[in-house]
């Protein structure tokens, strides 16, 4: 019985099941055998895969497993197990993890799997759904156009995911560049400014909370060429460039599909060929209308003319303005310098560094100069340097430094009296004039020290004429014109002089611009008006007048009103002059019986006398600091006229003229100021 169960049993059932009814039935021996013999599986009948069908967004992951089953299902264990997947669908490992594909879609048997037991294969395969991922972009189609001016495009919109895979239901709104033209429910009409316009058209899509963009790059192609205009150029004196021109379209739009020809319309501009390569002449400035180009563009022609601006080369020279100066003690003078290229041509925003040498003054910063108090030459004092770049050029003045001055008449070289300078001791007399006729009367000084206004008579032909001279002698003219003039007083604003003329059968005080210029009636009596001076303000004139009576000082206003009486005596008084502050009055009067030196306060009072009456003193005349008077005077006897000084109360006389000369009316010199310079004036050399 237990034998035959054991055959029985192990046929239809497995190990566990047998092992129990051999128990039950008390075949104790039969379990030993039966568990020692175990039923196994049976031959691959087929496999199965989990999951079989799956639902997944793009690139998402999961693990695909699988079994190798007999025909009772029982799993057959060692089964050579083979997972391959549609490469549209996704890839998949040989453990089974699959990532799925970027493209949404239904793929059926997706994956495979297949298992290998002997010659017997069986496969099986799972379904894919891949569906679309979130909202992400939009894709506008098309993504780029190339359009003329006023052509139209449509474009459509597409929603997508990360994956570019459609999402329906979502809601698209269009927008688009300023300049890109108009844009109507995805509809394009381009607008009159070319260019590629990178996001021209931009699409803004929602859905729920999400929302995504997308954009399409435009193109818009210029028009026809419609005018051509020449862009401003510089070129260095001498080197060659390129001419530009830009040609455009009726809109604006700049065109490069253009030829370009060439031609100079100045020879003084340079050469250019037909290019356009321009060699630049050697002048800089400027050349309006100077070249011309013709822009063509298939059978369109357009032509235009243009300026060339050719600019200074490297700095080459650079020279100082003035090279040469004479300046009293102290005195200023503005010193300038131009710099310029191997041509001459001068070279503008240089920066200037200014210096002196050799102990003839200071100078600062900006090139104003003041002379030392030691009269002397100074060569080569003033140096100034320009600098451009690694290149420095430099250049030197020189500065005469000039002691105090004294003008004088004298008779020692002739029998007339001629203009004579000399310094303040007596010393470096020179003859300023040499005059055929007349002889001189009155000198005055311009107010820089520069030039002198005398008048020279000729009682033989009854002329009287104002002269005047540079402080060399040199460049001598009359500006009196037709007048009998005399007694000249410059201005302190050395723009205009005082003098009197005939006038009305009388001699009356005018004015007139230093050249000669706008003269100007000043007085108008029946009496002799004369010896004019002027205020250091230039408000007021005091002049001689023998209106009532005998000669006397007045004073008025600069225009000639006001005119009234500073001094009531008995007494002839000429010659006034203000002092340099103003305030008191210098004259010469016969009041002691001798021609004397006498002051008086500006008003007409406080008058006193500086000279005795035991000789005469003329023509005093005032020292710029107002510390010294300057005369002549026939003390020494001989009659003989001599220069002296004295200290404005009379004392410290000191004589400065020698020998037996006739010396007459000293005019005590300004100290010379320095002269206006531009720069822009200065004379630049061509360097070789």
Request: glycine share 10%.
């Amino acid at each position: 019985m237990c034998s035959r169960l054991q055959v029985r049993v192990r046929m239809a059932f497995g190990t566990v099941l047998i092992a129990a009814v051999a128990v039950a039935l008390g075949c104790a021996g039969l379990l030993q055998t039966i568990t020692t013999n175990a039923v196994t599986p049976g031959p691959l009948d087929k496999v199965v895969i989990d999951p079989a069908e799956v639902v997944l967004i793009p690139e998402a992951r999961v693990l695909f497993t699988a079994k190798a089953l007999d025909r009772f299902g029982n799993v057959i264990p060692d089964v050579a197990l083979i997972f391959w997947a549609n490469e549209r669908a996704g890839s998949i490992a040989s453990s089974g993890d699959f990532i799925s594909a970027k493209k949404a879609g239904k793929y059926a048997r997706a994956v495979t799997v297949e298992a290998t037991q002997g010659s017997s294969i069986k496969s099986a395969a799972a379904d894919l759904t891949i569906s679309p991922g979130p909202l992400h972009h939009v894709l506008v189609n098309p993504d780029k156009v190339e359009l003329n001016i006023g052509g139209s495009q449509d474009f459509t919109a597409t929603p997508v995911d990360a994956w570019d895979n459609p999402i329906s239901g979502a809601q698209t709104t269009w927008d688009s560049d300023k300049d890109v033209g108009k844009l109507n429910n995805g509809r394009l009409t381009a607008g009159t400014k070319a260019g590629t316009f990178a996001s021209g058209i931009r699409v803004t899509a929602t859905q729920g909370l999400t929302s995504g963009t997308g954009a399409a790059a435009v193109t818009i192609k210029p028009g026809p060429l419609d005018s051509v205009a020449i862009l401003p150029g510089e070129v260095q004196a001498g080197k060659s460039q390129q001419l530009k021109a830009a040609a455009r379209d009726k809109y604006g739009n700049m065109l490069d599909d253009v030829q370009l020809i060439w031609t100079a319309k100045n020879g003084n501009v340079g050469f250019t060929n037909r290019t356009g390569m321009l060699t630049a002449g050697l002048v800089a400035r400027t050349f309006p209308d100077s070249v011309e180009v013709t822009a063509k563009q298939g059978n369109i022609e357009r032509i235009a003319t243009g300026s060339v601006i050719v600019a200074p080369g490297p700095l080459e020279q650079l020279v100082i303005g003035p090279s040469r100066i004479g300046l009293g003690v102290e005195m200023t003078q503005q010193f300038v310098a131009a710099g310029a290229d191997k041509y001459g041509n001068r070279i503008p925003g240089l920066s200037l560094t200014w210096g002196v040498e050799s102990g003839g003054g200071t100078i600062d910063a900006r090139g104003l100069f003041k002379a030392s108090t030691t009269p002397r030459t100074y060569s080569e004092v003033v140096k100034v340097e320009a600098k451009q770049g690694d290149v420095v050029r430099s250049a030197t003045a020189n500065v005469m430094v000039e002691p105090d001055r004294i003008a004088f008449m004298s008779t020692r070289d002739s029998a007339k009296k001629e203009l004579y300078l000399m310094d303040l001791d007596g010393s470096n007399v020179r003859r300023l004039t040499t005059m055929p006729n007349g002889s001189k009367q009155t000198v005055s000084w311009s107010p820089d020290g520069r030039r002198l206004a005398f008048d020279v008579q000729d009682p033989g032909k009854g002329t009287s004429q104002i002269i005047v001279v540079d402080d060399k002698g040199e460049q001598q003219s009359v500006i009196s014109g037709v007048q009998l003039a005399g007694d000249p007083a410059w201005a302190p604003d050395g723009r205009r002089i005082a003098y009197a003329a005939i006038a009305d059968r009388n001699v009356e005080i005018f004015v007139m611009d230093e050249d000669g210029r706008n003269v100007t009636r000043l007085t108008t009596n029946s009496s002799v008006d004369e010896y004019p001076s002027w205020s250091p303000d230039g408000t007021r004139i005091v002049f001689v007048s023998n209106r009532d009576g005998h000669s006397q000082i007045y004073v008025m206003n600069a225009d000639g009103t006001g005119q009234r009486r500073l001094l009531t005596d008995a007494a002839n008084d000429v010659l006034p002059s203000f002092s340099p502050d103003g305030t008191r009055v210098l004259f010469q009067t016969d009041a002691t019986g001798v021609w004397s030196i006498f002051v008086m306060n500006a008003d007409g009072t406080g008058v006193r006398g500086l000279t005795p009456n035991t000789f005469n003193a003329n023509a005093p005349s005032w020292s710029p600091d107002g510390k010294k008077i300057v005369f002549h005077t026939f003390r020494d006897g001989n009659n003989i006229p001599h220069i002296y000084t004295m200290d404005p109360n009379g004392q410290d006389l000191v004589r400065v003229t020698q020998g037996s000369f006739s010396d007459y009316s000293p005019k005590w010199a300004p100290r010379k100021r320095g002269v206006e310079v531009n720069a822009d004036l200065l004379t630049v050399p061509v360097a070789k």
